[in-house]
C-alpha cells in the first residue's frame, strides 16, 4: 500500500509539472503569435505612413501605395498631357492653350493632400489662371454666338394695324462655361467642352404683345395730340404718321 502510495504522489508531481508546462507553451505560443500580429500590424503603418492610401485617386487616376517621389513623377506626367482646352458648339471651335490662360497646377499642394488623407477619397488637381485672360477669351466666343432677342414691335401701315411677336435670341451661359473649363482642368480631361448656350427670349411676353395690340386698334383711327405749356407749343399727329 505504501509503494503504491508512493507512486501515486510521483504521477500526481508529474502531472502538475506537465500541466504547468504545458500551460507555458500555451501561453509562449499566443505570446510569438500576439508578436507576430502586432509586428505585422506596426510594419503595416510603418509601410503606409509614407504612402498614399489605398483607394485614393487624384483627378480619376488611382495613386494608392504611392510613395511621395513616384507620386510626384505622376502627376508632373499627367499635368504636361494638358496643354490645351479644346471648346465646341455646333460647327465652330476653339483651342485655348495653357499659354493663354497662364494656369498652373500645384503639384506640391495635391501631394501634401493625398499623403494626408486615410481614407478612400477622390482628390481634384488645384491650379491657378490669370482670370483677366480667361474673361478675354469667353468674351471672343460670346461675341460670335450672342444674338440678342428681338424685341415685339407694333406700327401701322395704310391703316392696318401690324404687329411683330419678336424673335428669340441666344447667349454663352458664361458662368456655366467657367465651371466648366474649372471642372476640365481640375479633372485633367482631354475632351472637348460643350460651349453652354442658353435661348434668350423678348422681355416682353405673348400677353404683352396682346395688350400692344388692343392699345394700337384704339389709337389707329385717332389723332394724338401733343402739348408743351410753358412753351405755348403743341403738335398733332396724325394716324398715317404713328
Known amino acids: 500500500v505504501g509503494k503504491l502510495s508512493g507512486i501515486k504522489r510521483v504521477y500526481t508531481k508529474y502531472d502538475k509539472l506537465t500541466s504547468m508546462q504545458g500551460g507555458m507553451k500555451s501561453w509562449i505560443i499566443i505570446g510569438a503569435l500576439g508578436m507576430i500580429v502586432f509586428g505585422g500590424w506596426a510594419g503595416n503603418k510603418i509601410w503606409w505612413a509614407n504612402r498614399v492610401y489605398r483607394g485614393i485617386k487624384i483627378a480619376g487616376r488611382d495613386v494608392g501605395g504611392m510613395n511621395k517621389e513616384d507620386l510626384a513623377a505622376k502627376l508632373a506626367s499627367e499635368t504636361e498631357k494638358i496643354q490645351t482646352v479644346n471648346l465646341v458648339w455646333g460647327t465652330s471651335r476653339w483651342k485655348w492653350e495653357k499659354e493663354l490662360l497662364e494656369w498652373q497646377y500645384d503639384l506640391e499642394a495635391v501631394t501634401r493632400e493625398a499623403l494626408k488623407r486615410r481614407e478612400r477619397a477622390e482628390i481634384p488637381m488645384t491650379f491657378a489662371w490669370n482670370e483677366n485672360r480667361l474673361n478675354e477669351a469667353i468674351s471672343g466666343i460670346s461675341a ?65 404683345v396682346e395688350q400692344f395690340r388692343m392699345r394700337g386698334e384704339k389709337l389707329k383711327d385717332k389723332t394724338i395730340g401733343i402739348e408743351f405749356t410753358a412753351e405755348k407749343q403743341s403738335w398733332k399727329i396724325e394716324q398715317e404718321q404713328i
Open 144 to 208: 460670335q454666338i450672342n444674338i440678342p432677342a428681338a424685341e415685339p414691335e407694333i406700327k401701322i401701315e395704310n391703316g392696318e394695324l401690324i404687329v411683330s411677336e419678336g424673335e428669340n435670341g441666344q447667349g454663352v451661359d458664361e458662368r456655366k462655361l467657367v465651371e466648366e473649363v474649372k471642372l476640365s482642368l481640375a479633372l485633367m480631361r482631354t475632351e472637348e467642352i460643350m460651349v453652354p448656350v442658353v435661348k434668350i427670349e423678348p422681355k416682353v411676353t405673348a400677353t404683352g
